[in-house]
C-alpha cells in the first residue's frame, strides 16, 4: 500500500514497476494531501486495501504550505505530530510493516509568493517538520525513508520549474527507486532508524 500525496502520486506507477510481477501495488486514486485529510480517509483506505504486507506512507508538504502568511503553516507543527500518531494508530492495526517517507524538498524559488492565489513553501520548514515526524515514527520504531536526501542539495535539476515541487522525470525515476529498493528491503540501509 501506498499512502501520500502528488509526490506518491507521480511515483507509484514507477515503484510497481521497478518491484516488478513479485509486488502488487495499491494506492489510492486521490491525493492524500495533508495529514488531517489522511487521518479522515485512512479507515476507507484501509478497507480498500485489507491486509497489506508493507504500508509506505508520506505527508508533509500540504502540511508545511502557507496560504496566507498570517496563518503560517496550513497544519501547525504540533498538529503534525499529533495526526500522524493518530494515522500511526490507525495503520498498526492492518498489522503490516509500515514505513514512512521524509518530505522532499521544494526549488528555493517557491518561497517567493508569485500570486496571491499560491501557497508557498520553505524548506527551513519542511526540515522541522522532518524533524517532527522522525520524532514521532522513532518513538513508534517506524523507519523513515529519507527521500529530502534524494533531492536535496539538487533541486534545479530533479524538481520542475512550473510548480517548483514536483520531480522531474529525472526526479521521479530516483525516488521511486528510492522508495521501489525500500519496499523490497524492508529493513535495508538505506533508510533511518
Known sequence: MLLGDSIRMLTQERVQEKLG???SVWAPEENCRDTSNTLLHIRNYLNACPNPDIIHWNNGLWDTAIVYD?????????????????????LTGAGAVILFASTTPVRPEKAVRRSP???RHENAD???????AREVMRG???PVNDLWQVIAGRE?????T????HPTEEGIELLAEQIAETIRNCGGNRYEE
Do not use: H, K, V
Request: zero cysteines.
Open 156 to 160: 534545479e535539476t530533479l524538481l520542475r
Open 117 to 119: 492565489l499560491l501557497s
Open 140 to 142: 513508534a520504531g517506524i
Open 70 to 90: 498570517d496563518d503560517g503553516n496550513f497544519t501547525p507543527i504540533d498538529r503534525y505530530r499529533e495526526n500522524l500518531r493518530r494515522i500511526l494508530r490507525q
Open 126 to 132: 519542511i526540515m522541522r517538520y522532518n524533524a517532527a
Open 21 to 23: 510481477a513479485a509486488f
Open 162 to 165: 512550473d510548480d517548483m515541487i
